[in-house]
């Protein structure tokens, strides 16, 4: 991997912080199961491996993503907005690790370019036979969406609109999801996105269909969770 971002993480250290983390999860989404660590560090050697010259996801933020993965019991997990997958490759293997090659992933972008890179990061992560990649406008993707979704993550930024799709896509989503499933809104504490993210809780809180949402500051740029009633 060409960012330098992974290398420098010491898990050793970190295990209080891992700790927390399962804690977290085990409130928010009530789930007795532990991810198993050495599992996550599989996975994650392989993203050290993937071709991208950058990310927003620490370390950390992708032990988050691996244990909602594992600890949602997830079969079904809908992605948006890829980049190079190292998120969403991340969130599917935790649900992997949990139910095996039950888990049907869908990873939607707009940019064929970061759908190709994605294809070759979750080939990279042995996940190509559970994930499909569609490169187009998610709405449409979304609309043939039949099955209920388990686990939905939202990380799109457009040039122009940057985070704006993010209401619009989780109010298309809330009737796809199951009860008990979760959504995930990645930069829920980055400053400049604040008046998108309060937007979203608006949404979240208001419309009745989810218990949260819990904005969580795993690193510095946050994440949003909310699960589905
Ligand atoms: C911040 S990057 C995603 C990072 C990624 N989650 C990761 O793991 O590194 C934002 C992505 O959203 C995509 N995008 C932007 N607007 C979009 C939209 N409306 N629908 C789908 N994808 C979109 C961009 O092409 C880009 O790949």
Redesign the pocket.
């Known amino acids: 991997m060409r960012s330098q971002v992974y290398a420098e993480i010491d898990w050793e250290r970190e295990q209080a912080g891992v700790a927390a983390i399962d804690d977290i999860l085990r409130q928010v989404i009530r789930s007795p199961v532990r991810p198993q660590f050495s599992r996550f560090l599989a996975h994650f050697q392989r993203v050290q491996q993937f071709e ?1 010259d950058q ?3 620490s370390a950390m933020m992708l032990y988050f993503l691996y244990a909602v993965g594992v600890m949602s019991d997830a079969k079904r997990v809908v ?12 969130l599917t293997a935790g649900a992997r690790d949990a139910n095996g090659d039950e888990v049907q992933g869908l990873g ?4 064929p370019d ?1 759908v190709a890179a994605s294809r070759l990061n979750a080939h990279r992560s042995g996940l190509d036979n559970l994930i499909e990649f569609i490169a187009g ?3 449409i993707a979304l609309g043939a969406v039949k099955a209920p979704i388990d686990l939905f ?1 939202l ?5 122009v ?1 940057e985070k704006d ?1 993010y209401l619009p ?1 989780a109010r298309q989503a809330t009737p796809l999801m199951r009860p008990g499933s979760i959504l995930l809104a ?2 829920a504490c980055v400053p400049r996105w604040q008046g998108v993210i309060d937007e979203l809780v608006g949404f979240l809180r208001g419309s009745g269909c989810y218990d949260g949402p819990w904005t969580l500051p795993v690193d510095s740029t946050g994440i949003l969770v909310a699960v589905r009633r």
């Open positions: 991208v990310t927003g996801f992605g948006i907005g890829l980049y190079a997958g190292i998120s969403f490759c991340t939607l972008d707009e940019n970061h406008p998610p709405r993550m990380d799109v930024h457009h040039p609109r799709d896509l990645h930069d």
